[in-house]
């Protein structure tokens, strides 16, 4: 596609339901990345995909949350029991090779509310 | 621990003045720095970046930026600001890894007053 698409674009969930939120990269990207983003917070890393294979998972803020990469193209972030201090706005990027200087191509979020 | 500080959390300028946003980083080793914007109701997207060479960069819309080494920072500058400017700007660094996984300051909301 033209940009990096994520959905859904907001998402309201109750305290201990499931969530999924998609991204998807731009077509040819191999390196994709999640990124949290807090109230008055800058970005967090989470997690980062270079192929199917995610090489650093460090920023899983537990092990409810977990990530997966399909045919190298398609991610889905997935938070189990959501809890209140998940409420977020969930960024996804991209970017055509893994390089330490390039350029990332963002998503416009997924703002997460968890009541 | 590895860390990226930006010390201007908000800022507030009349159009014509002059920007500088701070960014400090804490790593010994190589860097590579970037500053990304997100305007209003838009993306986040690539303002600048310093990989090697000429440690003043220049970005789009007038931005540049330079990275001291001795003092762990990468400064953000622009001479006069527009009401355009209007966004939110965040300092990154690669922090020698050979991977784009970049670690985010937190950001510094920029307010220009018509």
């Known amino acids: 596609g033209a940009g990096v698409s994520q959905s859904p674009s907001n998402k309201v969930t109750e305290k201990g339901k499931d969530v999924e939120l998609r991204c998807d990269p731009i077509?040819?990207?191999?390196?994709l990345y999640w990124y949290r983003q807090s109230l008055g917070q800058g970005l967090e890393f989470l997690i980062y995909?270079?192929?199917?294979?995610?090489?650093?998972k460090s920023g899983l803020p537990s092990d409810r949350f977990s990530a997966e990469r399909t045919g190298g193209s398609v991610s889905t972030l997935t938070i189990q029991r959501t809890q209140q201090e998940d409420s977020a706005v969930y960024l996804c990027?991209?970017?055509?090779?893994?390089?330490?200087?390039?350029?990332?191509?963002f998503g416009s979020g997924t703002q997460l509310s968890v009541l | 621990a590895q860390s990226v500080s930006q010390h201007n959390h908000h800022v507030i300028l009349s159009e014509a003045a002059s920007l500088e946003l701070g960014c400090n980083y804490s790593y010994g080793g190589t860097v590579n720095l970037f500053w990304y914007v997100q305007y209003p109701g838009q993306h986040l997207q690539l303002l600048l970046k310093y990989f090697s060479g000429d440690p003043l960069v220049k970005g789009i819309k007038g931005f540049e930026a330079e990275f001291i080494k001795s003092k762990f920072s990468f400064n953000l500058r622009k001479p006069s600001v527009q009401w355009s400017d209007t966004a939110e700007y965040f300092c990154a660094v690669n922090l020698g890894t050979n991977t784009g996984k970049l670690i985010f300051g937190q950001g510094t909301t920029l307010q220009v007053k018509p």
């Open positions: 077509s040819g990207h191999t390196a």
């Open positions: 995909f270079q192929g199917n294979s995610a090489p650093d």
């Open positions: 990027a991209s970017s055509l090779y893994n390089l330490p200087n390039e350029k990332l191509f």
